[in-house]
């Protein structure tokens, strides 16, 4: 089985720009959700999505957003980067909700010049 | 604030050795999770926890909780340098799938 996939694997922008990143869960998973990874403030939650609603969201601004498809795959826009934006976006799935397993993809390693 | 503390965040120890990381929470969380990070590389699940005195081993890791002390433990038992590794607990205070993650205790393990 194919676990979590995320392109792209990395990723330079510069200030001002906007990005996207891709998540496809592992097959039969309807739950995503996105973390944010820096040195400085460790891992954060972004949002989770279930079955195509946004059902959690963390204390990003809104320049950070997101999506599913029906298909469960997800994607996350940050628009009007800026230089703190710079870090490793991981994307986990699992199969519904409550208490599982959380499964991470390789994440995207994202750099704002 | 929720505030998940993890300590040592540093640990260096000779293969062989037990040691223990803990894992402390400022509110209730009846749902704990630990993960394990190599250098570049994603997170991998090793246990999860769901209730009150929960215990789970796998090879040479055990992790425990009490939810009244609001506390989570990891056991290391007779280390050996492929546990070397940045271990990280997180809670799920609301049962809402928002994890909060601790701040990461990296493990060393020297011959």
């Known amino acids: 089985k194919a676990g979590v996939t995320q392109t792209p694997r990395y990723l330079i922008k510069t200030r001002g720009q906007q990005v996207t990143l891709s998540c496809s869960p592992i097959s039969g998973h309807r739950s995503v959700s996105w973390y944010q990874q820096t040195p400085g403030q460790g891992l954060q939650f972004l949002f989770e999505?279930?079955?195509?609603?946004?059902?959690n969201k963390g204390n990003f601004p809104g320049r950070f957003s997101g999506r599913q498809f029906s298909n469960s795959r997800s994607e996350m826009n940050v628009s009007t980067l800026e230089l703190g934006d710079s870090a490793l976006y991981l994307c986990?799935?699992?199969?519904?909700?409550?208490?599982?397993?959380?499964?991470f993809g390789s994440g995207t390693q994202l750099s704002v010049l | 604030e929720l505030k998940v503390e993890q300590n040592p965040l540093f640990l260096s120890m000779q293969e062989g050795k037990n040691y223990t990381i803990y894992c402390n929470y400022s509110t209730t969380s009846d749902r704990l999770y630990w993960y394990r990070q190599d250098p570049g590389k994603s997170l991998e699940s090793l246990f999860v926890l769901l209730s009150n005195g929960a215990v789970k081993q796998e090879g040479r890791l055990m992790a425990s909780l009490d939810t009244k002390a609001r506390l989570s433990t990891l056991h290391i038992t007779a280390a050996v340098h492929d546990l070397s590794a940045t271990y990280f607990c997180a809670v799920d205070p609301n049962n809402t799938d928002k994890l909060i993650f601790g701040t990461g205790t990296r493990l060393q393990v020297f011959p």
């Open positions: 999505y279930f079955s195509e609603t946004q059902r």
């Open positions: 986990a799935s699992k199969v519904g909700q409550g208490g599982e397993k959380l499964f």
